[in-house]
DNA sequence: CGTATATTATGACCAATAGTCATATTATAC
DNA sequence: GTATAATATGACTATTGGTCATAATATACG
């Protein structure tokens, strides 16, 4: 009989059920200011309960996380589908990291927050992984420089681009003042220098006169 | 009569008592794990005095990040004074930064504790500052290429290097692992790509035979 | 149906600790 | 030597992550 199956069903439910009322109160207050209290009267549990699904707290900001990631994963590889040439996945890639970063605002957050953990394994879903697939294949169609090592190199661009990213984040506002620069340009800069270290085709002979337009 | 002054000084004096018996428990247990009460302990003040001095826990931490920031901030000048070329100049800081995050293992930590933290102002110490000396002085000895914004390259390498040690730190046993490549070997490819990316004298004409050395 | 067993839920409770405050001590001023 | 100001104290409060004995509910089965 499928009656464990059932309650099996159930109890994932409610175990997510849980994490959805877990993320709408972190989005809304943070982390900190998130109590299991709160978590389990939106989820309309006892604190208790949520003990019998969870671990600890930090457990239940994993788990928000890891759908954040799942959310980030699906677009990198919508953009890898997206594209042609290898150097366009991979600006693809780049491009959607961006977006992800400027409309999932409070997932990146805690994707950031995140970033303190030692990490046991790479994961299946880690975003490093397509980028190498995305680069293998820019040096196999010749889109992307002959002597890139992929492995390496995709490790250096999430790391650079993370840091890029935050750090544009949490320094924008002290960026415009001082230097008057818009931070989206900062982004943009960015996405040209990965360009131009990642094609093949850099006309760069002189002063790079004509390279702008990317 | 100078009591005023004095008095100023034991004041700082106490202070900063404070801030190294801060440090040296946070740098042993953790922040998470660090009680005040540690702290005063170690300080031999009471609970009460500490908060005196600082009005959080928080304030603490970032008083030692701060020390770690001027730690980080001297190398950095002596890096950029001890190199000719601005090219040199930029390289040599960025050695300075790997050299800090292995030998001050727990002020990185910190300062990477640190990276939420929205910022107001870029401070004086602010390492970017500097960095835009440096490709700025590049730029007109000719040693960095002409094209670049010394201004938003040095944000971006700021965040980005940040970034590309960070990912190294908690990956590394990870990215070994899965990719059987050593976590300095990264970082040696990092600096590769950022002499490529800022120097002017790209040979990089068609396949980029002869650039291996550098 | 009715009883035994297993699963799931509850919320009072505990321990830890950041931060407060009335009180006490000490130094300064005059 | 007394008034005043600065500094220090630690008992106390409030909050909250996490636990656990107890209760409610569902399942199994004769």
């Not at 099996?8 to 439910?13: A, L, S």
């Not at 989206?184 to 960015?190: A, K, N, Q, T, V």
Request: with cysteine; net charge negative; charged share 30%.
């Amino acid at each position: 009989m499928g009656t464990a199956e059932r309650r099996q069903r159930e109890k994932d439910w409610r175990r997510n059920e849980i994490v959805l009322a877990a993320e709408k109160i972190f989005f809304a207050k943070g982390f900190e200011n998130t109590t299991i209290e709160d978590i389990a009267s939106v989820a309309e549990l006892s604190k208790g309960t949520i003990y019998l699904y969870f671990d600890s707290k930090e457990q239940l900001h994993g788990a928000v996380v890891m759908r954040g990631v799942e959310i980030l994963s699906g677009m990198f590889h919508e953009a890898f589908e997206g594209a042609d040439t290898g150097l366009e996945k991979t600006k693809a890639i780049g491009a959607a990291y961006m977006r992800f970063f400027r409309e999932q605002e409070d997932y990146f957050d805690a994707l950031l927050r995140y970033e303190f953990h030692e990490v046991e394994k790479i994961g299946k879903h880690d975003p490093m992984l397509i980028l190498i697939d995305a680069l293998k294949i820019g040096i196999e169609d010749g889109s992307v420089r002959q002597d890139i090592d992929p492995v390496k190199m995709a490790i250096l661009l999430w790391g650079q681009t993370t840091g890029v990213v935050q750090n544009n984040h949490r320094k924008c506002k002290a960026i415009t003042d001082a230097f008057d620069i818009d931070c989206d340009e900062i982004i943009e800069y960015y996405m040209e220098q990965v360009k131009r270290m990642l094609a093949a085709d850099v006309p760069s002979g002189g002063g790079g006169a004509g390279s702008e337009d990317v």
